[in-house]
């Protein structure tokens, strides 16, 4: 085995790299953002639907096992001692367990 392969992030450390920085997520000032056209927020509006559907798509063809680290990956971001909670990262796990439940709609049904 190369050493590039053996100093690689296992899959464990590379989720948690990544769902840590829904630490941060809520940390930015509103100020620092520019604040979007109304022509945005509709495009913005748009894209977040298509990507909810096209989510649901995805999970309800899913195992079993990733419909579970979908949920665990909503309780590691949801509030644990220590952490600040922040709303929108709060709201984030609870539309993430919202998709799985929707998707659940769509796993036993017959194809068309």
């Known amino acids: 085995m190369s050493d590039s392969m053996s100093n690689a992030p296992n899959p464990a450390q590379l989720r948690h790299r990544a769902l ?5 997520e809520g940390g930015t000032a509103q100020s620092e953002l520019p604040a979007l056209t109304n022509a945005e927020l509709v495009q913005l509006r748009v894209r977040v639907i298509a990507l909810e559907n096209l989510v649901i798509s995805l999970l309800s063809q899913s195992s079993d096992r990733q419909l579970n680290l979908v949920r665990e990956m909503a309780a590691y971001i949801s509030p644990r001692p220590g952490f600040t909670p922040h709303h929108l990262t709060i709201r984030a796990a609870a539309e993430m367990i ?6 659940g709609h769509f796993r036993d049904m017959p194809p068309l």
Do not use: C
Request: charged content about 35%.
């Open 98 to 103: 919202h998709l799985v439940e929707r998707a």
């Open 20 to 24: 840590s920085r829904w630490e941060n």
